[in-house]
């Protein structure tokens, strides 16, 4: 019987991640005085894709059919060992969390692989430019769950956001207010969002991730689209889980989850609708700053 609420809750985000995006795209279209697209669009998307024949250049190998489904297995791996609403996630274990980092940094890996197999030169300069940021995104990343774990004096993510109640807010609320600034950046920035990226541009010399995959199509774009959905979702969650301790019955938690789900979207296209997209050079600076805050945090428990 204990298997059977984490197994629910990890359907739950595998059926329900698209979603996300759909909000994004309607707080942009309400900004802009649109009408904007359906809710659910990402979802006809998939299906659309699925149902059509890939493309595929003479150039390219199975590195470049593999990488997506080896991406969005990564991610879907790394959702599994993240808690659902502070609650036991399906896969746990003491120190999953640098377990999760690996699982992230699997499905860069092979997405910039699967972009430099092309042999296409602007593949290869987004491909160059994503892992140009990852270093200053995942050091940021690291030392927040790291100073998060001193926190909470747990190893493993439903430990730690198992642990987090109104009184470690009350105990630690400089802390975990950084880390939650540091996430929220790095939120920005590895599903590439203004001001770090746009995910709408159509411009080549000032794209990074769309770059990537502008070869990609079929089965393996949809692959692609759909585990940008799921990694939202997780770096949505992870905040999600932070800033709302465990408290209430599962069904309560779960509902309050969910909607705060919806306003972590709905924050990420507020800020695509009031600010403009960084140059490239000042993109670093945005991930400094989310790592001296992860840093900063951790000091500040250390100092404790």
Request: proline content about 4%; overall charge neutral; charged content about 10%.
């Amino acid at each position: 019987m204990e298997i059977i609420k984490p197994f629910i809750q990890f359907l739950a985000v595998m059926f329900l991640s698209p979603l996300l995006l759909g909000v994004i795209n309607r707080v942009k279209a309400l900004f802009a005085g649109r009408r904007g697209q359906p809710l659910c669009q990402l979802y006809w998307d998939l299906y659309k894709l699925f149902m059509k024949t890939p493309v595929y250049s003479r150039t390219t190998t199975w590195v470049f059919k593999g990488g997506p489904v080896i991406a969005v297995s990564a991610v879907v791996a790394a959702l599994a060992v993240l808690p659902f609403a502070g609650r036991q996630s399906f896969l746990a274990f003491e120190g999953d969390f640098i377990f999760l980092i690996y699982l992230l940094g699997l499905a860069r890996f092979f997405t910039v692989l699967a972009a430099l197999d092309t042999g296409s030169a602007f593949e290869g300069m987004g491909a160059s430019r994503e892992m140009q940021f990852a270093v200053f995104a995942e050091p940021a990343f690291f030392l927040g769950l790291a100073a998060l774990s001193r926190v909470t004096g747990q190893t493993s993510l439903a430990g730690m956001f198992g642990t987090l109640t109104s009184a470690t807010w009350a105990a630690a609320a400089p802390v975990l207010i950084l880390l939650t600034a540091s996430f929220f950046m790095v939120l920005l920035a590895e599903n590439s969002r203004v001001p770090a990226d746009d995910p709408n541009t159509h411009l080549e010399l000032t794209m990074i991730h769309e770059v990537m995959v502008l070869d990609h199509s079929g089965p393996e774009l949809a692959y692609i689209l759909y585990g940008a959905s799921l990694k939202l979702w997780l770096f949505g969650a992870l905040i999600a889980c932070m800033v709302l301790p465990r408290g209430g019955s599962w069904a309560a938690d779960t509902a309050v989850f969910l909607l705060f789900m919806v306003a972590v979207a709905a924050a990420v296209g507020v800020v695509e609708s009031v600010m403009a997209r960084l140059r490239m050079i000042k993109v670093p600076y945005m991930l400094i700053t989310a790592f001296a805050f992860s840093a900063l945090a951790l000091i500040f428990q250390m100092g404790r």
